[in-house]
């Protein structure tokens, strides 16, 4: 790991390297096959952000099931907006089917609540949700949490992985935690 990356004019530190994660997404992924494995899932995989711990998660499953992209939006820098925009929305109808969201990041709650009762709505048999990363201490009183997660972690704020900073940072293959 570097010693500190800058990213959008912030200084980032190290939090989490590549191989710490890794036996976690191959936990997640026995979990998911223990109780989907049979049921050929449907994962959607929320772009922009969970593109690497998806194609990290495909790796480790051992079962049939499919994967679709879609493309929301809820967050401007730092900050939830309190609104989720469809911007692509999965090219696999999600009707009958057992869906597993696929997020790089569970902090709210919000996007992924929203998108349970969205895919509900469209006719998912199942909605569950899983997370690279989650942040208990964030997660709003309504929102559910995740099914599946592969580590929980504090309310700060990182970049790595998959996650960025205003699109920055996404490509680093550790994650780092903006330093205080």
Do not use: W
Not at 135 to 155: F, H, M, Q, S, T
């Amino acid at each position: 790991m570097k010693e500190s990356v800058e990213v959008g004019g912030l200084q980032f530190i190290p939090y989490l390297s590549e191989e710490e994660l890794q036996p976690e997404v191959a936990r997640m992924a026995q979990e998911i096959m223990r109780d989907h494995g049979a049921s050929n899932p449907l994962f959607v995989s929320i772009l922009n952000g969970a593109f690497i711990f998806t194609a990290e998660l495909a790796r480790q499953l051992d079962c049939e099931f499919d994967i679709a992209f879609a493309k929301y939006s809820s967050y401007a820098g730092l900050c939830s907006t309190g609104t989720l925009n469809e911007i692509m929305k999965p090219n696999i109808s999600v009707e009958g089917r057992v869906v597993i969201i696929l997020e790089d990041l569970v902090d709210t709650g919000f996007t992924v609540t929203e998108l349970r009762k969205l895919y509900m709505e469209r006719g998912a048999k199942e909605v569950h949700v899983a997370a690279m990363l989650s942040k208990p201490g964030a997660l709003a009183d309504c929102a559910l949490p995740a099914e599946y997660v592969g580590r929980e972690i504090p309310n700060d704020f990182i970049v790595g992985c998959g996650l960025d900073y205003n699109g920055g940072g996404r490509m680093l293959r550790d994650i780092y935690v903006l330093k205080k």
